[in-house]
DNA sequence: GGGTAACCGAGACGGTACGTCTAGTCTTTAA
DNA sequence: TTAAAGACTAGACGTACCGTCTCGGTTACCC
């Protein structure tokens, strides 16, 4: 039920299906829970950070996080989604390649500073937890992948990419040197390997 | 102290060293501590370890665990390494290009199968924990960063590499689409994987 | 409100009262919220029952059992006094010696049984709580209490018994021995106990 | 393992026991423990009272009650019987009658005032639960009884009472018009009671 | 027959306490 | 001195209920 519930938490809830039985759920506690989260989370970790400190931050029933979200990655994963600024549009790439450096720029953006820790935190708790590790790949790393995959796939039929390149290794080679400066350099994610790295990784799958 | 016992721990004890006052240390204890907790590991995540567990399952006193080691990922890291075939040494390779093949290729033998999850949970802690991220980089990230580097440093004297080749960005090409694959669709981390990904990833970055 | 709610609720409730604006009340919910407690009573103690849990069982709001009772202890009074056989009219006796006997006849009778546990707990509850003490005290002690002072003052005036007698010294002598059986040794309050120490207890305060 | 630590717990403890391995158990939280009880239970009830008020009071770990006692009912039990004054000696009677009369009477000097609510509470969570049944049983109900149903078969043997007197109905005779008066009229269990109930009592068993 | 009032079910709300678990420390005896 | 055993304080875990509230709906009455 968490999860059905947890994906109309996400979702556009239509007017129709909020005319449900019961008290309807109350945006403002769910607003305190994410904002609590952030909050909390500038000053510890994803694993620090415990269910029972966002409920008294937020001032808020434990049970009342219990029942919308199913565990910690789960509220925290919301809470970064619901921070301004981070599900910014991309403009109309004019092709697939500057499609992919325009993905890339995005990411490494979102992964700089205090996000990317959590975010690297979260890549954590992914490891160890498989609820985490499903909730963190269905809102995160998936829609990433595949929008990669997308442009790689496009940039083949468009004869911008060899036909013979191996589309999942490409999206490795495009994805893992940034999450594994993130999490072995963090420091080094910085302004400058923001502007030349995602061109230098799409000239070299290109070559 | 606990710093100094862990050196002492991993070097080998001269036998002046061990010429000591008091009740010297029980290598039985130590055995099994680092036999208990590959064998928890088999069953359980990094995370969900504990040094209880260890303990009940060593039959040894959490303070042994403590005296020794400053905390569960040092322990897990040594009973990683008291594995047997782990530290094989590599052959000597015949020029600087083979040798990142040849490391890269350990790198993904040591990742792939139980180990692989054990070492994607202790990158995850990691980033959550100071101490642990210390210890990690100490025993695993920084040798393998390092000898990479190194490689790619003479290759470049060698004419091997172009001299234009920023080897920080280097590294993180060759290595991060392992860890990236590692923690983010590890079933693709095979044998296949294995024998085509160094060949291909040191010709990008001669390209 | 719920006292005047708890009162109409008992008596016969007049038809003129019943004229009254707005819904009326359910008299389908109030029999299934007795029904499902005297159930749930057979299975647990009502320390244990939770007026949630009669909730659920009945199919009933907990709003609907709120507003009809103060606590829980209220809804199992009601519960206990809903059992069919259990408000059977005493018969006449022929003096005040023979009705004290009824009297305690029937109070053995009740307590016998699976509702005796249920009386002991509610007695018990009433020791921690002053709202349940005085439920309890309201609808089965002091009417118990009360007719037995009546039947000894009326055996005082009809020299049944001496004048001297202290009367509420005597009230305690007939019914505490019952009750602390009852609590102490339930097993012990049985059909004997019923046959013999009425008569027994009534011969002793008239020595 | 809790019940063996417990009977430790009351009993002296032989030196030889106490040579035991490990970490001995520490006589400060356990006097703290009891001292926080008795305090709460000055303003609460024991069902209003709760193992982490204690444990916050007492400022030791909730762990370390749980380790010892096995409920709530035990440590209420253990902190009454700690209290000064209570497990005073009665002075060797002349005959039987005088020794129910001064088992009576030290009955009801224990339960006048604070600890005799406590006492009633108990009594009732033991109708509830079966553990602090069995506790209350054992530690309280049981001593009592047997003590009376002791002096009134000696009394039998020498001739004090009729050797047709049951002894189990005299039990009940003698106590329980005492906890009836506790558990339904408190306030009149006062010291005239405690001047007049025993002698009465006794009195009547014996015509 | 529309308005109003009290009811109904469902279930979310802020809370409290539960009993369990683990962390990391401390205190003993034995080797 | 170290080992083992195990007790210590501290505090998070996820669950169960509490008593209150807020919905959409449902009867009854009253005008």
Known sequence: MSQAALQ???AQTTPTM?????????????TAILKAT??????????????????KKAKV??????????NKTAVVMDALRAQPGIQSPLPTPKNNT???IMQ????????????????????SEAQADDKA?????RTFLT?????VEFSIEQGKEHKEFRSSLNTKLAVDLLCGPIFFRLMSRPADLNEEFRETYPKEAVRLISA
């Open 8 to 10: 109309q938490n996400n």
């Open 18 to 30: 909020q005319a449900r039985k019961g008290r309807p759920r109350s945006q403002k506690s769910k």
């Open 38 to 55: 952030n909050s909390l989370l500038l000053h510890m970790s994803v694993q620090e950070l415990s269910i029972e400190a966002i409920a």
């Open 61 to 70: 029933g434990k049970t009342t996080i219990y029942r919308w979200w199913p």
């Open 98 to 100: 500057e499609a992919i």
């Open 104 to 123: 890339l720029d995005k990411l490494i953006r979102m992964l700089d500073g205090n996000n990317g820790d959590t975010i690297a935190q979260l890549f």
């Open 133 to 137: 590790q499903k909730i963190f790949a």
């Open 143 to 147: 829609p990433l992948i595949d929008a």
